[in-house]
C-alpha cells in the first residue's frame, strides 16, 4: 500500500509564501512521478506541478514563476515551494504518486490565503 504523508499547509497573508511536504517510501520515490495538485471548494482537483524521477517537471500556468517543485531523493520527499501566493490560490493541496498502473493520493493539506 501506498503511503503519502503530507505537510505544511497553513493560514498565509496575500503575497506571503508556504512550502509542503510529501514523504513516501524509497520504494514508491524510486519510481513513480511525484506530483501536486489541488481542489478548491466547488472545483476539480487539478494539476499545480509534477517531476518525474529522472527530473522532468511540468508545471499548470498558473504555478509557473510563482511555485516550485523539488523531490529529494536522500528524504523520499517531494516539495513545493509557493510564493507570492494570492487568495485564488486557497485549496486542499494533495501529494500524488503516478505509477505505470496505479495512483496513489496523499491526504491532503489546507492552504487559505486571506486577502
Known amino acids: 500500500q501506498v503511503q503519502l504523508v503530507e505537510s505544511g499547509g497553513g493560514l498565509v497573508q496575500a503575497g506571503g509564501s508556504l512550502k509542503l511536504s510529501c514523504k513516501t517510501s524509497?520504494?514508491?520515490?524510486?519510481?513513480?512521478?511525484m506530483g501536486w495538485y489541488r481542489q478548491a471548494p466547488g472545483k476539480q482537483r487539478e494539476l499545480v506541478a509534477e517531476?518525474?524521477?529522472?527530473?522532468?517537471?511540468n508545471y499548470a500556468e498558473f504555478a509557473k514563476g510563482r511555485f516550485a517543485i523539488a523531490r529529494d531523493g536522500a528524504q523520499n520527499t517531494v516539495y513545493l515551494q509557493m510564493s507570492s501566493l494570492k487568495p485564488e490560490d486557497t485549496a486542499v493541496y494533495y501529494c500524488?504518486?503516478?505509477?505505470?498502473?496505479?495512483?496513489?493520493w496523499g491526504q491532503g493539506t489546507q492552504v487559505t490565503v486571506s486577502s
Open positions: 524509497a520504494r514508491i520515490f524510486g519510481i513513480a512521478i
Open positions: 517531476v518525474s524521477r529522472l527530473g522532468s517537471i
Open positions: 500524488n504518486a503516478r505509477l505505470q498502473d496505479a495512483s496513489a
